[in-house]
């Protein structure tokens, strides 16, 4: 059964930092890359950042310089670092699992608030 289990979301003040970390299971984790999306309240899904089997970046414009996504090969887990968090990073934040040919995993997501 092939489970992205998502964590490390809460409540942080304006200019705070969070670490989310997303746990895969059930699927040869190496073999795909790993993505970072977020939902904010009657907006669409939107990436963040994603990484590669082979480690490449690529972020959205408005997290470059504070975000930094990583995975872990040997923990099955990739992260996203936020730094300098504003109040418009508020959201669910899904992890996404996606490789050639197979069908494309989502985890349950995790909130993130940024509130003073």
């Known amino acids: 059964q092939v489970q992205l289990v998502e964590s490390g979301g809460g409540l942080v003040q304006p200019g705070g930092s969070l670490r989310l970390s997303c746990v895969a299971s059930?699927?040869?984790?190496?073999?795909?890359?790993m993505g970072w999306y977020r939902q904010a309240p009657g907006n669409q899904r939107e990436l963040v950042a994603t990484?590669?089997?082979?480690?490449?970046?690529n972020y959205a414009d408005s997290v470059k310089g504070r975000f930094t996504i990583s995975r872990d090969n040997a923990k099955n887990t990739a992260y996203l670092q936020m730094n300098s968090l504003k109040p418009e990073d508020t959201a669910v934040y899904y992890c996404k699992a996606n490789r050639a040919s197979y069908p494309e995993r989502w985890g349950q997501g995790t909130l993130v608030t940024v509130s003073s």
């Open positions: 059930g699927i040869t984790f190496s073999m795909y890359t």
């Open positions: 990484i590669s089997r082979g480690g490449t970046t």
